[in-house]
Nanobody, 129 residues
């Protein structure tokens, strides 16, 4: 049974940093692409970043480029989202999800909503304005 569990959320001031974790169980995420999504209050869930089978290959939504880094530690079966200098508009619940097609290394950012599933409970990130 595939499961993902997000953790690491909290309140962070603009200019600060936060690292979110996405721990997988029931499967080895090493050969799968993993994405982080954000859902702000009243908004639909939107993709933030994706990391692919080849770990150095990753995609980011334009608004977070240069400030947020997605990475993976296959020995821990975990994917991370390092948030540096977050903005108040990035407040929301952060979820991770998996693309169940193995060995993907081509960008899926534009079709992320259709390709990724197996959602965790999410972790709340609050950036006060």
């Amino acid at each position: 049974h595939w499961q993902l569990a997000e953790s690491g959320g909290g309140s962070v001031q603009p200019g600060g940093s936060l690292r979110l974790s996405c721990a997988a169980s029931g499967f080895s995420l090493e050969i799968y692409a993993i994405a982080w999504f954000r859902q702000a209050p009243g908004n639909e869930r939107e993709v933030v970043a994706c990391i692919y089978y080849v770990a150095y290959n990753a995609d980011y939504t334009d608004s977070v480029k240069g400030r947020i880094t997605i990475s993976r530690d296959n020995t821990k079966n975990t994917v991370f989202l390092q948030m540096n200098n977050p903005k108040p508009e990035e407040t929301g619940v952060y979820y991770c999800a998996v693309d169940r097609r193995p060995f993907q290394y081509i960008s899926t950012l534009q079709s992320a909503n259709e390709l990724y599933d197996t959602w965790g409970q999410g972790t709340q990130v609050t950036v006060p304005s």
